[in-house]
Structure formats: structure tokens, C-alpha cells
């Protein structure tokens, strides 16, 4: 994203012509880029970290990894990186001094007191700074090993998973981690076992249980994929244009990443993918969408991008697996309740589950989106430019958190950015 672009102002959004095409050279993945830095910490430098994500998020952590003091007090500061508190709570732990580690509103806002409990059972010694549960949390290192068998609840942020996963093999006694209940975004559970093991790091998992043995980073280059999340919105730009031709380079078929599901559920849509030459061609072909449920539990962040496509195309699908929604940027579900409003669309949330009735859709001459300090809401939305004449983006500062160039590359593809 350009940097003349504050995060207070608005932009809009138009697409005057139907036919798109574009080649888009997509960042490093977010999810990839910050268990890299991590891992490359633990390692004291032995993992090597190529492609590296230009996210927010990710420039955050790399400069508080950079940044640390071996001595005194440190105060941390994650801003609204969701990944660097849960990842950083785990590393703190590790660490041989006192650490404060805090955020912006929101994130003190978001519970992290999951992932707390499992440190204590540990032997950690976290203390919160302010309310029970959440940031702002007082640690104080180098953690002292009682135990190393713990249980956590597998229907949360898997973020809290991956966060004691990547320290396991630092314990001296290792870790056994039992999964209670069924496990959410178990993609990103397998991406960080998988990252572990391009170091050398080994694990079993049988059945709810992941055992990871003390043992040493080896010398590696871990090399970040692009990230299919931000791919996920040029699938629903190509799903809303009458044609679309977009070339992803560097994204493969086999990825570690669980948002790579988009392909598969925007084949629903008439997308087709095809990996060549060292990447996807995305083409729009004319299809009626017929799937009428589509369940996120393995790529919530894929939610809102398919939600607004649905809505816009006027097909009344179900969506499942939402649980984590409402703990993240901001209440997701809300936001986009409230969101969908403005072009008559309702999402009704019943028990765990959301339907949407488009009995009500129309598409004003112009419409203005509220964006909740949410990245995705930013550019889920901006798809409707294609349905829209004008499509204003409140806050659109807010996607630097994960795709900075969102607003330039729409440009690339032809759409006007005013």
C-alpha cells in the first residue's frame, strides 16, 4: 500500500470495466513468515528465513526479535499483531529476563488466558498486568520445567497450539500436548509441525495427542510461500467481474497454508485454478453456484471474502465453523452483519452456525463500508466495486496488518483507486 495512504481517511473503490487481467506478485505468508522468526529466534540464528512477508504483523515481530535487551525490564509492544502476542506470551517464557508484553485496545481486549493456564501448568511464571485473561502480561523467564504433559482445548485460536508447539523442543522435558475436543484450524497446527520439521525438529501425533522431544534447531533456509490469503481476494474479484484472468506467481497446489482451500471452494464459483509455470492462472467461467454450505473450521479467514461473495451473488448459503470469529480484529460476525445491511442483505447467526437471505439484496449507486480496524473487512468488501459504481473503504490504512500493496495492486488489474 502506498504510504500516502493514512489509516484515517477513506478511498474509493470503482471498476469501470468487466474484463480484468492482471499479473499480481502476492507477499510472503503471514502465518509462514511469523513461525519463521520465532523458530529462527529459538534457534539462535540456525534457521535462515527467505521471502519474509511485508505484513504489518510480521515487521512487527521481526523488530521486537531484533530489538530485545539481554537485561532489564523490556516492554514489548505488539500494537494489534493477534499472532505476535500469543507467539511472543510462549517466547517470553523462554527468555532469561522480565518481560512486559502489551498491545493496542483491542488487543488487550482479545483472551489470551488459554494459552496462559497451559504455561503455568509449565512452570511459567506469567502474571496479567491488568484484567484476568488478557494482555497486559508480566513475564518472568527463563521458564522452570514442573511438568510436560498439558491439555488444551482444540475449539480456540490454533495460534495458542502453535505457540507451544514451536517452544516444545526448548523445554528440557519436552512436550506432550493433548487436544481436548475436536480441533479447529488444524491446517496451522500441520503448518507449524511442518515448518518445525524443515529444521530438523521431529514430533508424533497419534491420535489427540502431539509429542514433541528436547532437541536442537539444525541448519536450514526456511523460504516463505506467498500468501493464500491474500490470494483469496482475487478469487472473489474474478468470482464478481463478467471476466477474469489473474496469473499468482509462486503459489503451489501442495501448500502448508489452509487458506490454499480457496481453490477448491471457488470452484463453486467458476474459478478454475491451474498451477503452471511456477504458479496459478485463476480464470472466471460462467457457473451458477449451487453449493449451499460452505464450512470455514479449517480457514476462518477465508470466511468473511466467501460471505460477501455469496451475499453479492444473491445465494442464500449457510456458513459453519465461525467459532473463532468473534475474538478476532474485531467481532467478525457483527461487523459483517452490519455491513451486509447496507446492500439489504441479512446474516442470521443462530447457535453456531450463519445464513444468509438475500431476499432484500440491491446494489446502491455508491456505498461506504466500515472496515472495525479489520483488515479482511477492508478488502472483502472492495470486491463490490464490481458490482457497485463507487464502493468507499473506511480506514484503508488497515490493511498494512497483512497485504500492504492490497490498494496498488488493484490498480495493476485495472480498478480505480481514488
Not at 516492554?75 to 532469561?96: C, E, I, K, S, W
Not at 484476568?132 to 495458542?160: C, D, V, W
Request: charged share 25%; net charge negative.
Amino acid at each position: 500500500m502506498s504510504s500516502s495512504i493514512s489509516s484515517k481517511e477513506h478511498i474509493s473503490v470503482s471498476a469501470p470495466g468487466r474484463s480484468l487481467k492482471a499479473t499480481i506478485q502476492l507477499t510472503g505468508s503471514k502465518s509462514e513468515s511469523n513461525r519463521a522468526l520465532i523458530m529462527q529466534a529459538l534457534s539462535e540464528g540456525r534457521v535462515k528465513v527467505n521471502n519474509l512477508s511485508k505484513a504489518a504483523d510480521t515487521v512487527t515481530l521481526e523488530k521486537i526479535l531484533e530489538g530485545r535487551q539481554p537485561e532489564g525490564i523490556q516492554v514489548l509492544d505488539v500494537g494489534p499483531a493477534g499472532t505476535a502476542m500469543r507467539f511472543l506470551t510462549a517466547y517470553a517464557a523462554m527468555q532469561p529476563e522480565e518481560i512486559i508484553l502489551t498491545g493496542s485496545e483491542r488487543m488487550q481486549q482479545r483472551p489470551v488466558g488459554i494459552l496462559v493456564d497451559a504455561l503455568r501448568d509449565l512452570g511459567a511464571d506469567i502474571r496479567y498486568q491488568a484484567h484476568e485473561g488478557y494482555p497486559p502480561l508480566k513475564i518472568k523467564g527463563p521458564l522452570q520445567q514442573k511438568a510436560h504433559r498439558i491439555r488444551i482445548k482444540g475449539n480456540i485460536s490454533s495460534q495458542y497450539i502453535s505457540a507451544l508447539l514451536l517452544i516444545g523442543p526448548r523445554l528440557p522435558l519436552g512436550l506432550e500436548l493433548q487436544i481436548e475436543g475436536e480441533l479447529t484450524s488444524t491446517p496451522y497446527v500441520e503448518m507449524t509441525l511442518a515448518m518445525l520439521e524443515q529444521a530438523g525438529i521431529m514430533h508424533q501425533w497419534d491420535s489427540d495427542t502431539i509429542v514433541i522431544e528436547p532437541q536442537e534447531f539444525r541448519e536450514s533456509v526456511i523460504s516463505i510461500e506467498p500468501d493464500w490469503s491474500a490470494a483469496s481476494y482475487w478469487y472473489a474479484i474474478a468470482a464478481l467481474s463478467e471476466e477474469a484472468s489473474f496469473f499468482l506467481p509462486g503459489l503451489n497446489a501442495y501448500s502448508l497454508q489452509g487458506d490454499s482451500r480457496i481453490t477448491e471452494i471457488m470452484a463453486n464459483f467458476g474459478i478454475t485454478s491451474q498451477f503452471k509455470d511456477g504458479g496459478v492462472y485463476l480464470e472466471k467461467e460462467p457457473k451458477q453456484v449451487l453449493r449451499k454450505i460452505f464450512d470455514f473450521k479449517d480457514c476462518p479467514d477465508l470466511a468473511q471474502t466467501v460471505i460477501v461473495c455469496c451475499a453479492a451473488l444473491g445465494h442464500d448459503a449457510t456458513f459453519t465453523g465461525l467459532e473463532t470469529l468473534k475474538i478476532k480484529e474485531t467481532d467478525r460476525i457483527k461487523a459483517l452483519q452490519q455491513e451486509l445491511e447496507k446492500i439489504g442483505v441479512k446474516l442470521i447467526e443462530k447457535n453456531l452456525t450463519c445464513k444468509l437471505d438475500c431476499s432484500g439484496l440491491h446494489f446502491p449507486e455508491s456505498v461506504s463500508i466500515s472496515t472495525y480496524e479489520d483488515h479482511r473487512m477492508a478488502m472483502a468488501f472492495a470486491p463490490l466495486a464490481l458490482k457497485i459504481r463507487r464502493v468507499e473503504i473506511q480506514d484503508p490504512g488497515v490493511v498494512e496488518k497483512s497485504y500492504p500493496h492490497f490498494w496498488e495492486d488493484l490498480k495493476k488489474a485495472g480498478i480505480i483507486v481514488n
